[in-house]
């Protein structure tokens, strides 16, 4: 069975300040890594995505994720934070080929301060 | 593209009460997923379907929960009768066979 972990419900940073969203994942084989993005009352924004190509991902909004496959995680970072970046964000799992469920993890929310 | 749309974006309803919340995917997608998230519980899948025939319902609480896809580019999911700790956002996403996955803006359900 898959499952993600995200290490922090709550990350809060100044504007400006690198931003580092944890995410530990668990599969029984070489997952797909997915990272989204919730504004409030709104649905799911994918950020980026890791289907076992290049290890570092970038994505949008100056996000990106390394996939380190020795450490079975998945983090996400942002050199400088932004006001508009205070969202909650979601990490999530899926096996890879076509016909696969995305698991999510439960979320961390960060909150960016000036 | 519209994007993956779904309907109503509110409904508040009454226990006991039937409630059908309703998705039509991309065009082209060929898997479409219902999530449901709480605070309790964040995201949880319900069920999801590849080419209109239902995978995995392993997620549905319970047999008041029922979900069908009639053709490509129709889904509803049903709940008969419906509970006050049914209450969340209900979200709808699809996917073709070999790209990412697009989440609907979801339906939010109160049952009082």
């Known amino acids: 069975a898959q499952s993600v972990t995200q290490l922090g419900s709550h990350v809060s940073v100044s504007e400006g300040a690198l931003v580092l969203l944890r995410c530990n994942y668990s599969?029984?084989?070489?997952?797909?890594l997915f990272w989204y993005v919730q504004y409030p009352n709104q649905g799911l924004q994918l950020l980026l995505k890791?289907?076992?190509?290049?290890?570092l991902v970038k994505g949008i909004n100056g996000f990106e994720a390394e996939f380190k496959k020795s450490e079975t995680s998945f983090h996400l970072t942002k050199p400088s934070a932004h006001m508009s970046d205070a969202a909650e964000y979601f990490c999530?799992?899926?096996?890879?080929?076509?016909?696969?469920?995305?698991?999510f993890g439960a979320g961390t929310r960060l909150a960016v301060h000036p | 593209d519209a994007g993956v749309i779904q309907s109503p974006r509110h409904e508040v309803t009454e226990m006991g009460q039937e409630v059908t919340l309703r998705c039509k995917p991309i065009?082209?997608?060929?898997?479409l997923f219902w999530y449901r998230q709480t605070m309790m519980r964040g995201l949880e899948l319900l069920i999801y379907?590849?080419?209109?025939?239902?995978?995995?319902d392993s997620g549905m609480p319970e047999d008041r929960f029922s979900a069908k896809m009639p053709n490509a580019s129709f889904s509803t999911l049903k709940i008969q009768p419906s509970e006050p700790r049914d209450s969340a956002v209900y979200f709808c996403?699809?996917?073709?066979?070999?790209?990412?996955?697009?989440f609907g803006s979801g339906t939010r359900l109160t049952v009082v």
């Open positions: 996403a699809s996917r073709p066979l070999d790209g990412g996955y697009t």
């Open positions: 599969s029984s084989v070489p997952p797909y």
């Open positions: 890791y289907t076992s190509a290049a290890t």
């Open positions: 999530a799992v899926s096996e890879p080929g076509g016909y696969n469920k995305l698991i």
């Open positions: 065009s082209g997608h060929n898997s």
């Open positions: 379907f590849n080419n209109n025939v239902p995978i995995d």
